[in-house]
Nanobody, 121 residues
Framework: QVQLVESGGGSVQPGGSLRLSCAASGSVSAINVMGWYRQGPGKERELVSTISSGGRTNYGDSVKGRFTISRDNAKNTVYLQMNSLNPEDTAVYYC???????????????WGQGTQVTVSS
């Protein structure tokens, strides 16, 4: 199994920045894609960004141009640099990893417990 621990959440004013970190432990050799999802008050969980082990990235439309995802494979850690934050970014941010496919061609997802990000004046 893989265990994920997020950090870096907090409160910030509109226009400010935060940097989230997610450190993986356990069966880290099986990790393929790492990413971030978020769930705001009364909203469904949505994709923020993902990054593959080779560095390929994708972003949700609402964060393109403002957020940057990166990872350090040696540390099994994924980061999310969030700039130009606005109140709509307020949410619990969850780290997620996807493992490599097994012999039955199945991948497994693991989720962190989440870290709160609040953007308000």
């Amino acid at each position: 199994q893989v265990q994920l621990v997020e950090s870096g959440g907090g409160s910030v004013q509109p226009g400010g920045s935060l940097r989230l970190s997610c450190a993986a432990s356990g069966s880290v050799s099986a990790i393929n894609v790492m990413g971030w999802y978020r769930q705001g008050p009364g909203k469904e969980r949505e994709l923020v960004s993902t990054i593959s082990s080779g560095g390929r990235t994708n972003y949700g439309d609402s964060v393109k141009g403002r957020f940057t995802i990166s990872r350090d494979n040696a540390k099994n850690t994924v980061y999310l640099q969030m700039n130009s934050l606005n109140p709509e970014d307020t949410a619990v941010y969850y780290c997620k990893v996807e493992t490599q496919r097994d012999a039955w061609f199945r991948a497994k997802d693991y989720w962190g417990q989440g870290t709160q990000v609040t953007v308000s004046s």
